[in-house]
T-cell receptor
Framework: DVKVTQSSRYLVKRTGEKVFLECVQDMDHENMFWYRQDPGLGLRLIYF???????EKGDIPEGYSVSREKKERFSLILESASTNQTSMYLC????????????FGSGTRLTVV | GESVGLHLPTLSVQEGDNSIINCAYS??????FIWYKQESGKGPQFIIDIRSNMDKRQGQRVTVLLNKTVKHLSLQIAATQPGDSAVYFCAEVPSGTYKYIFGTGTRLKVLA
């Protein structure tokens, strides 16, 4: 069964900490994405990567950075966590080209205290 | 996640009835549309998709209808089951982009 695996289901971090969220896919997909999901706001794109070492800002990149050193791994970094970054974070991947949908991970619920 | 559905419109249907979930999309240049299902505590799962050159596509117990004139997408679930209880949301993909535009979702509640 093909998978997108997020390393943690739940995380609690303190304000100001540097936080790493890891995502690994085993489908050899070119494109990978990080979203956050908040009640009433839906899914909002933070960053995406269309190839190894390539990254592009999404709609809400402020306070975040990403790393894609290998095709299968896409990391989201919160440089200095703040309480307004408390959210559900979803990683997704897709094959390049038209007509391919996302495969999502199970999500990481991050609480910043 | 668990809190995704708290502020969403809710559709309640009796088990065995048909469900219709609607979505208005925003970009007339979108040429690919997808419906996702998200159960509590899980990531979204692909249900069905449709290209803009089609009006209707059927899957197992699900049908997606696309009306490009009014930029409207609907998901029909036949003989709704308790396992269908979840948040459903649509996504549109503008032509030539990687970025999906997601709707905020509808919570489907199946009554026994």
């Amino acid at each position: 069964d093909v998978k997108v695996t997020q390393s943690s289901r739940y995380l609690v971090k303190r304000t100001g900490e540097k936080v790493f969220l890891e995502c690994v896919q085993d489908m050899d997909h070119e494109n990978m994405f990080w979203y956050r999901q908040d009640p009433g706001l839906g899914l909002r794109l933070i960053y995406f990567s269309y190839d190894v070492k390539m990254k592009e800002k999404g709609d809400i990149p402020e306070g975040y950075s990403v790393s894609r050193e290998k095709k299968e791994r896409f990391s989201l970094i919160l440089e200095s966590a703040s309480t307004n970054q408390t959210s559900m974070y979803l990683c997704a991947s897709r094959r390049d080209g038209v007509g391919y949908g996302y495969t999502f991970g199970s999500g990481t619920r991050l609480t910043v205290v | 996640g668990e809190s995704v559905g708290l502020h969403l419109p809710t559709l309640s249907v009796q088990e065995g009835d048909n469900s219709i979930i609607n979505c208005a999309y925003s970009n007339s240049a979108s040429d690919y549309f997808i419906w996702y299902k998200q159960e509590s505590g899980k990531g979204p799962q692909f249900i069905i998709d449709i290209r803009s050159n089609m009006d209707k596509r059927q899957g197992q117990r699900v049908t997606v209808l696309l009306n490009k004139t009014v930029k409207h997408l609907s998901l029909q679930i036949a003989a709704t089951q308790p396992g269908d209880s979840a948040v459903y949301f649509c996504a549109e993909v503008p032509s030539g982009t990687y970025k999906y535009i997601f709707g905020t979702g509808t919570r489907l509640k199946v009554l026994a």
